[in-house]
């Protein structure tokens, strides 16, 4: 079982930045990617920025030159930086983590999810 623990949400205005942290513990035999999804109300959950073992890196167009994702492989931890952010961010931010768990079996893990609210 592979656990996926967030933090860093919380209140911003607008223009201002905060960090998200993503850490993924447990029965890791090998990660394939971590990343970040976000879920608005009324809406559905959309790919923020997503890492992968090769440090490939896709963003949505609409956080791209605002959010930086980084990976720190020896800790098993994602981060986001997120600045310049606007009113239409606010969202539960999911960490969503690719990894095998024996040498042929794979899944993905979801966290619980963290609130990034931003006032205009």
């Known amino acids: 079982q592979v656990q996926v623990v967030e933090s860093g949400g919380g209140l911003v205005q607008s223009g201002g930045s905060l960090r998200l942290s993503c850490a993924a513990s447990g029965s890791i035999f090998r990660l394939v990617s971590m990343g970040w999804h976000r879920q608005a109300p009324g809406k559905q959950r959309e790919l923020v920025a997503d890492i992968n073992s090769g440090h490939a890196i896709k963003y949505a167009d609409s956080v791209k030159g605002r959010f930086t994702i980084s990976r720190d492989n020896a800790m098993n931890t994602v981060y986001l930086q997120m600045n310049s952010l606007k009113p239409e961010d606010t969202a539960v931010y999911y960490c969503?983590?690719?990894?095998?768990?024996?040498?042929?079996?794979?899944?993905?893990?979801w966290g619980q999810g963290t609130q990034v609210t931003v006032s205009s």
């Open positions: 969503a983590v690719r990894a095998y768990t024996d040498y042929r079996t794979w899944d993905e893990y």
